[in-house]
């Protein structure tokens, strides 16, 4: 089984920064697709960054484009979200998941994602 635990949350001033990690167990780690999710009081669960197991390839949702980067380290089992400019909308529970099929897929669904984290809490004040 997979185990992911979250860290590196916390209260921040809206322009600034926060950088989430995740640590994973297993040995086929770098076969994972992994992803970040985040979830506010009253909103559904939704996707915010991914990489791929093959080529560590990123992809974002469009509304943190350009001021989140995910980034991997297989050799620690190690994922990253580094989180600039940050918005009061970014204020939520983020979640690091990971999807075990072995695919050159980028999902952006919560469904295809296996093992999930306990989550971390990020809020943005103004």
């Known amino acids: 089984q997979v185990q992911l635990v979250e860290s590196g949350g916390g209260l921040v001033q809206a322009g600034g920064s926060l950088r989430l990690s995740c640590a994973a167990s297993g040995r086929a780690f770098r076969l994972y697709t992994m992803g970040w999710f985040r979830q506010a009081p009253g909103k559904e669960r939704e996707f915010v960054a991914g990489i791929s197991w093959i080529g560590s390839t990123p992809f974002y949702s469009d509304s943190v484009k350009g001021r989140f980067t995910i980034s991997r380290e297989n050799g620690k089992n190690m994922v990253y979200l580094q989180m600039n400019s940050l918005k009061t909308e970014d204020t939520a529970v983020y979640y690091c998941?990971?999807?075990?099929?072995?695919?050159?897929?980028?999902?952006?669904?919560?469904?295809?994602?296996?093992?999930w984290g306990q989550g971390t809490q990020v809020t943005v004040s103004s």
């Open positions: 998941a990971a999807d075990t099929t072995i695919t050159t897929g980028q999902s952006m669904s919560h469904d295809d994602y296996d093992y």
